[in-house]
C-alpha cells in the first residue's frame, strides 16, 4: 500500500484549505510515498495531472496574456460572466481566478519537490537506474517550468531592475514540505533568485533526462526548449541561442508544411511538438477548457487590430474565421469531445527565439534566416528574405511571434519584457491605453494568502 502514498498525497494537497495550500503546505506525510519504481511513477504522473487544469494550462494561464494584451477581449454583450476584470483591467486582490491560479502554481511547486526529495532517498536497483534519472528529470523540469509561468504573472519581467533585484514569487524549503512540520510562511524572493533557481532545475534535468517519444512527457529536448524560453526571458541572448540551435538541430522535430498547418491544431501532437499538456474525452476539464470558452461560449475572441497583421495568403488567418462581425479563434477546436491538448513546446518557437537572440546579438544574417523559415513556411506568397536590419529587425521578429504563437499565452509578456505600451481593446468601448511600465500588467498576490501569511503580508504588488 505504500506506493499509493503520495496520490493520496497529491489528492490531499489538492482538496486542503486554501490558508494551507497558499502557504506552500507542508501537512502532508510524504516521507513513504515512494519506495520502488512504480510507485515513481505513479507520482510523476500525478504532478502531470496538475498542469492539466482551468486554473493553469487548460484556461486560465493561456487567457490571461491574450485577453490582457492587444490580442482579445471578452464578449460584451453575452458571457459567462468570467475574466470579465482581467477584461476591463479592474482586477482585484480577492479575484477567484488569481486565487486559484497562484494556488495551481504552488501545489505543483510542492508536488514535484516532493517527489524529487523522496525519490532521491531511495535506493534503487541499477536495472532502472536510467528510468529513476528520467522520473526525477521529468520532476525538475516541471517545477522550473511552474516557477516560470508563477513568475510571469505574479512578478515584474526579469529586466524591470537592472539586476532582477525586485520581488518574485515565493521559494519554499523543499527539504520541508510534506514532512508534517510547521506550515511555511513564505517571503517573496527576489526575481533574480527565482531565475537561478528555475535554471539550476532545467540544468538538473537536462543532465538525468534521456531523449523521449511522448510529446505528453518531458524529455532532454524539452528541458532544453523550455531553458531557451527562461534565457530569453533574462536576456541572455548567447544561452538563448545556442539552446534554441541545440533543439532545432538535435531534436528531430521539424516543422510542419503550410499543408499540414490548419488540421494539426485538432491533433494530440504532430511533428514540431516537443511538449504538449494531454488531456483525454474522459478529463474533468471538459466545459471548462479553453476551447469550450473560446468557440462553445464564445466569451472571447480575437481583435481586428490582430487579425488586420495577418495577410490574407497567410494559412494562420484562417485559424481567426470572422463570424456575426467578431473573430473566432480555433487553436483548440475539439468541441465535442472536449480534450485539446495545449501544445507548450513547440518547434517554431525556437526559431523566433533564435531570431531574436541572434538580432539582438548583432548576429543579423542569422537572425533574418531564423526569422524567414517562419514567415515563409505561413505565406503561400513568394516573400522576398528579410532585409531588415536593428530595431526595425527586430520589431518585425515581435510580430512574427505575435503571429505564430497567438492565443498561446505569450503576448502579454513580450509586450512587458520589451516594455511597449499598447491598447487593450475592448468591444464595446474605447481601448484602454496601458503605459509602460504598468503595475496592472501583473496579478496581484490573493488577499487569503495576504491575510494568513505575515511575511508577505507588506509585499503586495503596487497599485492592488
Not at 350 to 374: F, G, P, R, S, W
Request: with cysteine.
Amino acid at each position: 500500500m505504500k506506493k499509493y502514498i503520495l496520490l493520496l498525497a497529491v489528492m490531499t494537497i489538492l482538496s486542503c484549505e486554501d490558508t494551507l495550500e497558499q502557504r506552500f503546505s507542508d501537512s502532508v506525510d510524504a516521507r513513504e510515498a515512494i519506495t520502488d519504481i512504480n510507485s515513481l511513477k505513479l507520482a510523476t504522473n500525478g504532478a502531470y495531472a496538475l498542469l492539466a487544469n482551468p486554473a493553469h494550462y487548460n484556461r486560465s494561464f493561456v487567457l490571461f496574456p491574450e485577453i490582457m494584451s492587444d490580442n482579445a477581449f471578452i464578449d460584451a454583450f453575452d458571457n459567462t460572466g468570467r475574466y470579465l476584470d482581467f477584461d476591463n483591467y479592474t482586477l482585484t486582490a480577492n479575484n477567484v481566478r488569481v486565487n486559484e491560479t497562484w494556488n495551481m502554481m504552488s501545489r505543483i511547486i510542492t508536488t514535484t519537490s516532493i517527489v524529487i526529495r523522496e525519490a532521491n532517498k531511495v535506493s534503487f536497483p541499477e536495472t532502472v537506474t536510467e528510468d529513476v534519472d528520467q522520473y526525477i528529470g521529468e520532476m525538475y523540469a516541471l517545477r522550473g517550468l511552474a516557477f516560470h509561468n508563477f513568475q510571469l504573472l505574479y512578478a515584474q519581467p526579469y529586466n524591470f531592475t537592472t539586476d532582477a533585484s525586485h520581488l518574485g514569487v515565493p521559494i519554499p524549503d523543499f527539504e520541508l514540505l510534506g514532512n508534517g512540520a510547521n506550515i511555511q510562511e513564505l517571503a517573496r524572493s527576489t526575481t533574480a533568485n527565482v531565475y537561478k533557481q528555475i535554471t539550476n532545475d532545467l540544468l538538473e534535468a537536462i543532465n538525468l533526462m534521456r531523449v523521449g517519444t511522448n510529446p505528453a512527457k518531458m524529455d532532454r529536448n524539452a528541458a532544453k526548449a523550455l531553458l531557451a524560453r527562461v534565457y530569453l526571458h533574462m536576456q541572455n541572448w548567447k544561452e538563448a541561442r545556442d539552446m534554441a540551435a541545440a533543439v532545432i538541430d538535435n531534436s528531430g522535430k521539424k516543422l510542419l508544411t503550410r499543408e499540414a498547418y490548419l488540421a494539426s491544431w485538432a491533433e494530440d501532437s504532430n511533428v514540431e511538438t516537443l511538449f504538449t499538456i494531454s488531456n483525454k474525452e474522459t478529463d474533468s476539464t471538459r466545459k471548462s477548457s479553453i476551447g469550450y470558452f473560446y468557440l462553445t461560449y464564445r466569451d472571447a475572441f480575437a481583435t481586428d487590430n490582430f487579425k488586420d497583421i495577418l495577410s490574407d495568403t497567410d494559412i494562420r488567418k484562417e485559424l481567426y474565421p470572422t463570424k456575426d462581425v467578431v473573430n473566432l479563434v480555433k487553436k483548440f477546436p475539439r468541441t465535442v469531445t472536449k480534450d485539446d491538448n495545449i501544445q507548450v513546446l513547440r518547434l517554431s518557437e525556437m526559431y523566433l527565439i533564435k531570431a531574436e537572440a541572434h538580432a539582438q546579438l548583432n548576429e543579423t544574417v542569422d537572425a533574418q534566416q531564423a526569422l524567414d523559415v517562419i514567415i515563409q513556411r505561413a505565406d503561400s506568397n513568394t516573400i522576398p528574405p528579410s532585409t531588415e536590419t536593428g530595431q526595425a529587425l527586430l520589431d518585425k521578429i515581435l510580430v512574427e511571434r505575435r503571429k505564430e504563437l497567438a492565443y498561446e499565452g505569450f503576448r502579454l509578456f513580450d509586450l512587458t519584457r520589451y516594455g511597449i505600451t499598447f491598447n487593450k481593446f475592448k468591444q464595446d468601448t474605447a481601448p484602454i491605453s496601458i503605459v509602460a511600465p504598468s503595475n496592472k500588467t501583473i496579478l496581484p498576490i490573493p488577499i487569503k494568502e495576504i491575510n494568513v501569511n505575515p511575511n508577505i503580508a507588506n509585499q503586495q504588488n503596487p497599485g492592488y
